[in-house]
């Protein structure tokens, strides 16, 4: 038995040097930008750059707008299969993951064939227009992730029952989805949402062939040009997809120690 308890150790040690070790020498590197001493001038730089804030801000815009419309998208739908339509459930489940076996290249040049400024719908014409199409291709990505959050905390809930009760209550259909089930969904939709939001802030793909100001680009852009800033802005995006699955777990936590709404 304690011979499995020091292997078990040792496996969990091994695998946690192998993901901490390179974390800490970026961290190491990121304080070395003044000659003989560590310092934070290396993320001094980084938040003076106005590149920096304006990127960040666009890609935090993005990633609130991406978690809304997902989240307007993705509950009524598992809502509705799951109450009406648990037939269709396989074929729904099939196509959110096609984003995950699809690359994001070849989504992006698809949608740019459809939606350049020669065809019927032009949204590469203008600025608003491609920066919806960013938004959708985020929502492409990020629905795998957020439909299984959402389909997740609905199996914990009786759908039937609570829409049962809310019309025999007179309750309407807009009623029933945003004061029965969203509530009792919100850690799924939570969940998906801080994993949508750690997605969109690294995405690299989509923003740089929109020709987005996103922040995944200014990361290339700092990373082929400058030395010790490219490792402040990894520990800094580190940081926050650590911070967006800790919410996560938090959330979880406190979802489970609620009772359900009727």
């Known amino acids: 038995m304690k011979a499995q308890r020091l292997g078990a150790w040792i496996a969990i040690a091994i695998g946690a040097s192998y993901f901490i070790v390179p974390l800490l020498g970026t961290l190491e590197f990121s304080l070395?930008?003044?000659?003989?001493?560590?310092?934070?001038?290396?993320?001094?730089?980084?938040?003076?750059?106005?590149?920096?804030?304006?990127?960040f801000s666009y890609s935090m815009l993005m990633a609130?707008?991406?978690?809304?419309?997902?989240?307007?998208?993705?509950?009524?739908?598992?809502?509705?299969?799951?109450?009406?339509?648990?037939?269709?459930?396989?074929?729904?489940?099939?196509?959110?993951?096609?984003?995950?076996?699809?690359?994001a290249i070849v989504i992006v040049f698809g949608?740019?064939?459809?939606?350049?400024?020669?065809?019927?719908?032009?949204?590469?014409?203008?600025?608003?227009?491609?920066?919806?199409?960013?938004m959708f291709s985020y929502m492409t990505l990020s629905l795998p992730y957020m439909y299984r959050a959402v389909d997740t905390a609905m199996r914990a809930i009786d759908v039937r029952t609570l829409t049962e009760a809310a019309e025999s209550l007179g309750a309407k259909w807009p009623?029933?989805?945003?004061?029965?089930?969203?509530?009792?969904?919100?850690?799924?939709?939570?969940?998906?949402?801080?994993?949508?939001?750690?997605?969109?802030?690294g995405e690299f793909t989509m923003a740089a062939l929109l020709n987005r100001p996103a922040f995944g680009p200014y990361l290339q852009l700092v990373g082929a040009n400058k030395a010790y800033e490219p490792s402040a802005l990894a520990v800094i995006a580190f940081a926050?997809?650590?911070?967006?699955?800790?919410?996560?777990?938090?959330?979880?936590?406190?979802?489970?120690?609620?009772p359900a709404k009727a």
Request: aromatic share 12%.
């Open 64 to 103: 609130l707008l991406t978690i809304i419309f997902g989240m307007l998208l993705v509950v009524p739908t598992a809502y509705w299969v799951r109450l009406r339509l648990p037939q269709v459930r396989p074929i729904v489940e099939f196509v959110t993951l096609l984003p995950l076996v699809i690359p």
């Open 175 to 201: 009623t029933i989805l945003f004061r029965c089930i969203f509530p009792n969904v919100m850690s799924g939709v939570l969940s998906g949402a801080f994993i949508t939001f750690a997605i969109v802030m």
């Open 32 to 55: 070395r930008m003044r000659r003989g001493e560590y310092s934070f001038d290396a993320y001094q730089s980084v938040f003076a750059d106005m590149q920096f804030r304006e990127t």
């Open 240 to 258: 926050i997809t650590w911070l967006s699955m800790g919410l996560i777990q938090l959330v979880s936590r406190f979802q489970k120690s609620a």
């Open 111 to 134: 949608y740019l064939r459809l939606y350049n400024s020669s065809s019927v719908l032009p949204l590469t014409g203008s600025t608003t227009g491609t920066n919806s199409l960013l």
